[in-house]
């Protein structure tokens, strides 16, 4: 099993930045085993969306609205991974949750409010 547990959120100003991180955790020796590791967000009324992945090669994306503003990296050395958010805007507020796949398995953590609000 693998256990997912986000840090960080909180509320920011339009233009403003927030780091999450997800700490990995459970039956995981390494971050390297899983295939993937990425965010998503869930606005209020809204569908879960994608919002930046990275491979266990280390490739990564993004989905358009936040590119070049957030920034999804790995830290095996911690067991976690992070994202890092610059120049927020209101339509970034949502929960934001850490996601990882092995082995066709996605596994997900309970989530973070981020509020962007002046």
């Known amino acids: 099993q693998v256990q997912l547990a986000e840090l960080g959120g909180g509320s920011v100003q339009p233009g403003g930045s927030l780091r999450l991180s997800c700490k990995v955790a459970?039956?995981?020796?390494?971050?390297?085993?899983?295939?993937?590791m990425g965010w998503y967000r869930q606005a209020s009324g809204k569908h879960r969306e994608l919002v930046a992945r990275?491979?266990?090669?280390?490739?990564?994306v993004y989905v358009d609205s936040v590119k070049g503003r957030f920034t999804v990296s790995r830290d095996d050395a911690k067991k976690s991974f992070d994202l890092e958010m610059n120049d927020l805007k209101f339509e970034d507020t949502a929960v934001y949750y850490c996601?990882?796949?092995?082995?066709?398995?996605?596994?997900w953590g309970p989530g973070t409010q981020v509020t962007v609000s002046s």
């Open positions: 990275v491979f266990s090669g280390g490739s990564t």
């Open positions: 459970g039956n995981v020796y390494e971050i390297s085993i899983l295939d993937s």
């Open positions: 996601n990882a796949n092995r082995q066709s398995t996605d596994y």
